[in-house]
């Protein structure tokens, strides 16, 4: 049976271009991470990546924070616990507040696909502590082609994309525009953000963090991209890629907080030079060079507060990096021998709409990371060992002569063994050790005051660097109609960095936890056209002791199970159409002592069908939240700061869409 099934969920939503030549990048999937193609041809709803890999994957769960610029969680993990790349680059958000996560400086409409690794196994990524999302953009075809697109839907949706790629065995290009734009989404109860942020703060003590009359009804986003990327063969053995990408964000609205995004801009420059066969000891010498900067400024200007006088948060971050890699054949195995090294600058400071400087927030700060890994892989009959080292040496360095600097020195390891019994059946065993050091967030920063000499450190300079020693287990089996894939982990946190609530200063502070669970997904073809999947996970975090002053010893961030249910129907090869049963339980075990609260399990219903017409014309219609449902995906744990009422009890939870109708018309050449 011809058909090509993701256990993540992918195929659910799968559209199949036929004969189309993608320019996809195609990663291998193997037993223990999840690859997710044809990104740019199937996630057309919005260029949000959290909201479509939460649906892909079952072990990413997305933290909404508004109506774009989502973050992520894998297996229990956010922020710098789980490494973002983009083309192999490094690429940091802003906002100390998570307004700009890694993932929402790349749009979908240039992403070709995403390679989920679960657990502390790449050693080729700086601070790879659980888990990393690798991102690759569309690569340029041979010829002319191009696409023109656009997608309507509810709420004032609006998105319209041009893409051109031509070229030959010497030179291809690719250049690619989209801008989109949304009104304010509604809940299932009606509510747009701006109303939910009004029932939650209005006549309370933070009455003043509601939006203005002038700006209640505001647009939640704009935001517009363009790719450029050209790929030279120099000679048979030579290829270079060089790529930058801009991307440009207005007025993105944060109901749940305090402020929201004036704008958002980014950009991104990578060159990848290849030589292949130099000799004997280098059958592969890559080398890589990459810069990515964002620009962000977060304001009260959309508050009542502001109506006087507003306060802004600008932050500024931006990334250095070069890596040179060596591929050989030695010993009957393979090596890859590399160096890495990059500088992160983090830059803020607070002032108002009257020009006054209000103080630094994170004051220049530099994360300089110099590396030195070796990777192997052997084959041995029907067993295969791959083992990775790495050598970090960091310094944090801050311009500020009253908070001192830190030095981390960290040697991590794993080693993956996986042995295929047959050509059905896999089973595979992963042990690994690795770190993450704090960021200048955690270390330095300072909370804003009308007195600058008044500011408190909510940041912890002695922090230690946390590490995580994991053991994952997974099988996975093909029959004739279908396949199944299980796996398990336990992952050890030494040192884990954690937000405690009740401290006005120092805030974070390195404890000790566990985090373990396990992960289910198959799929079943019913027949040649209808094909059923089904996914689960579930994971539980707990501190080996409750903080000081405190009771409660769950872990924050740990979401609930997830069971989602699909079934999928191809009618022939220019249509099909699927239907997803997507079911979280409610929150039970929760860090309440920091933030986090009770909330309630959901089941929510999409539906997506798509044809083509006259080969070149392709048309997509999809509902999520058939039912209209009201219900929240992300918790309040604290280390985000989110509106209360006024007090320390009652924080604002924010919805998620209601009923979502979009249409897409695309045209290929």
């Known amino acids: 049976?011809?058909?090509?099934?993701?256990?993540?969920?992918?195929?659910?939503?799968?559209?199949?271009?036929?004969?189309?030549?993608?320019?996809?990048?195609?990663?291998?999937?193997?037993?223990?991470?999840?690859?997710?193609?044809?990104?740019?041809?199937?996630?057309?709803?919005?260029?949000?990546?959290?909201?479509?890999?939460?649906?892909?994957?079952?072990?990413?769960?997305?933290?909404?924070?508004?109506?774009?610029?989502?973050?992520?969680?894998?297996?229990?993990?956010?922020?710098?616990?789980?490494?973002?790349?983009?083309?192999?680059?490094?690429?940091?958000?802003?906002?100390?507040?998570?307004?700009?996560?890694?993932?929402?400086?790349?749009?979908?409409s240039n992403i070709a696909s995403v390679e989920i690794n679960e657990g502390p196994f790449d050693v080729t990524e700086f601070g790879t502590l659980s888990g990393g999302v690798k991102i690759k953009t569309v690569q340029p075809k041979e010829g002319l082609h191009g696409t023109i697109g656009t997608t309507i839907g509810s709420y004032g949706y609006k998105k319209g994309i041009i893409s051109v790629s031509g070229g030959n065995e010497t030179v291809k290009a690719l250049v690619t525009y989209s801008k989109e734009q949304s009104e304010q989404y509604e809940d299932g109860d009606g509510n747009t953000l701006a109303k939910q942020n009004y029932n939650a703060v209005n006549g309370t003590g933070a009455s003043a963090t509601q939006y203005s009359q002038n700006d209640k009804d505001m647009k939640a986003y704009t935001k517009e991209s363009i790719m450029a990327k050209i790929i030279g063969n120099i000679s048979d053995k030579q290829t270079i890629t060089i790529s930058a990408t801009q991307n440009r964000s207005e007025d993105i609205l944060y109901p749940s907080t305090p402020m929201d995004a004036i704008y958002d801009d980014s950009n991104i420059y990578t060159v990848n030079y290849t030589i292949q066969d130099l000799g004997d000891f280098s059958k592969k010498l890559e080398f890589k060079a990459y810069k990515s900067d964002v620009d962000h400024p977060m304001s009260t200007e959309y508050r009542v507060k502001g109506a006087t006088t507003s306060m802004t948060n600008h932050l500024t971050t931006d990334v250095t990096g070069v890596k040179m890699i060596n591929t050989f054949d030695a010993l009957e195995q393979e090596f890859s021998i590399g160096l890495d090294a990059s500088r992160r600058n983090w830059d803020g400071g607070y002032y108002n709409s009257k020009d006054m400087d209000m103080g630094k927030s994170i004051d220049d700060v530099d994360t300089k990371n110099n590396a030195l890994f070796i990777q192997s892989t052997k084959k041995i009959d029907k067993l295969t060992l791959e083992m990775g080292i790495r050598y970090d040496e960091t310094k944090i360095e801050s311009s500020r002569d009253d908070q001192q600097d830190n030095t981390y020195n960290n040697f991590n390891g794993n080693i993956v063994a996986t042995y295929n019994s047959d050509k059905n059946t896999q089973y595979f065993v992963g042990i690994g050790k690795a770190s993450r050091v704090p960021d200048a967030r955690e270390l330095y920063n300072l909370g804003s005051s009308m007195n600058p000499a008044m500011q408190l450190e909510t940041g912890s300079p002695d922090l230690k660097e946390t590490t995580n020693t994991e053991i994952d287990l997974g099988t996975e089996h093909k029959y004739q109609d279908g396949k199944i894939k299980a796996k398990i982990f336990y992952s050890d946190l030494k040192d884990y960095i954690y937000y405690r609530k009740t401290t006005a200063a120092n805030r974070f502070e390195n404890i000790d936890a566990k985090i373990y669970g396990l992960e289910l997904s198959s799929a079943y073809y019913i027949n040649d056209q209808f094909t059923f999947d089904a996914a689960y996970t579930y994971k539980k975090g707990k501190k080996d002791k409750a903080l000081e002053g405190q009771s409660d010893k769950d872990l924050a961030d740990i979401t609930p199970p997830k069971l989602i249910l699909g079934l999928t129907y191809d009618h022939d090869d220019t249509t099909n159409a699927s239907i997803e049963f997507v079911n979280v339980s409610s929150w039970k075990n929760y860090d309440e002592d920091n933030g986090e609260q009770k909330i309630a399990g959901y089941n929510v219903v999409n539906l997506k069908a798509q044809t083509t017409i006259a080969t070149n014309f392709e048309i997509t219609v999809g509902i999520d939240n058939l039912f209209d449902k009201t219900y929240a995906v992300s918790n309040t744990y604290s280390d985000l700061v989110l509106l209360t009422d006024g007090t320390t009890s009652d924080v604002m939870l924010l919805n998620e869409p209601g009923r979502y109708i979009y249409t897409s018309l695309k045209y290929s050449f």
């Open 1 to 108: 049976m011809n058909k090509k099934i993701y256990l993540s969920l992918a195929c659910i939503a799968a559209i199949n271009l036929h004969g189309q030549d993608l320019g996809q990048i195609d990663v291998v999937e193997k037993i223990n991470n999840t690859v997710v193609n044809d990104v740019s041809q199937e996630e057309i709803k919005s260029a949000d990546l959290a909201d479509a890999l939460a649906k892909k994957s079952p072990s990413i769960s997305m933290i909404r924070r508004s109506g774009i610029a989502n973050d992520i969680i894998l297996r229990g993990q956010k922020r710098d616990n789980i490494k973002v790349t983009v083309d192999d680059s490094l690429i940091y958000g802003a906002c100390p507040n998570r307004m700009d996560p890694p993932t929402s400086h790349v749009l979908t």
